[in-house]
């Protein structure tokens, strides 16, 4: 579908089918309701994507976003900050907020290891995670990198490298979604289901 139409349609077409999660058919199906948009509409699409790039940076303490030096949860003086839930990225944040289950504070990596595409502990904020552990405030840190590969092996090295602190290490547990059906499930999916395991009070 690349190159079928002129100029200026063409360039965004390319331009939406670089976003993640969007193909070629969406990046055409996106641009054609931009071209047939009301002007309004567009302008402000335009001012909130300039404003995202001018106002948003990443919380200098978690790396979260934010729109000021630190976000508004490690802000929050309610926070619990002995509990620290390290994640992938600030999106993941947003999932677990939304759970409503944790009153901790989060670190987030900005990614995970992945040697395939050349991405090391030296690529995440895995230094600035130590810095934030050496006072002796945190108690317990919690792995809530993804069900992966690159976030296992990301667990794996943070788990490794945290041994010995005197702080506990814990991993959200994983397994088999509700609703699901046993035959679907994969044996990585199955196997952690196994082991996280609990006992039924009768």
Known sequence: ????YEGAVQDLIDELGRLPGVGPKSAQRIAFHILSADADDVTRLVNALTQVKERVRFCEICGNVSEGPRCR????PR???TVLCVVEEAKDVVAIERTREFRGRYHVLGGAINPIDGVGPDDLRIRELMTRLADGEVEEVILATDPNIEGEATATY???L???MGIAVSRLA???PVGGDLEYAD???LGRAFEGRRRVES
């Not at 579908?1 to 079928?4: K, S």
């Open 1 to 4: 579908m690349a190159g079928v």
């Open 73 to 76: 949860i490690c802000e929050d």
């Open 79 to 81: 926070r619990n900050p």
């Open 158 to 160: 943070l788990a490794r």
């Open 162 to 164: 945290l041994r010995g």
């Open 174 to 176: 994983s397994g088999l």
């Open 187 to 189: 044996e990585v999916t």
